[in-house]
């Protein structure tokens, strides 16, 4: 199983109390990054399809870390 398909919780300290898919949680980041626009937010997250989960968790912890 791929971490993006892992809940935030089950993957970083940090989320403790979170049970979102970490794709869920950066889906979101980017949807309010960009203005709820869904077309931008598709491009902008795009890169998840392809990415090794050192990307994703580094991804992660630049901007999801609060």
Sequence with gaps: ??????EMDQV????KDSHM?????IWDHEME???HDT???EKA?????KARDDEVK????KNLKK
């Design 45 to 49: 997250v795009e890169w998840i399809l």
């Design 21 to 25: 898919p970490i794709r869920d949680a």
């Design 12 to 15: 970083f300290d940090w989320a």
């Design 39 to 41: 077309m931008k937010t």
């Design 33 to 35: 990054a960009n203005g």
């Design 1 to 6: 199983m791929d971490d993006k398909d892992r």
């Design 58 to 61: 580094d991804y992660c912890e």
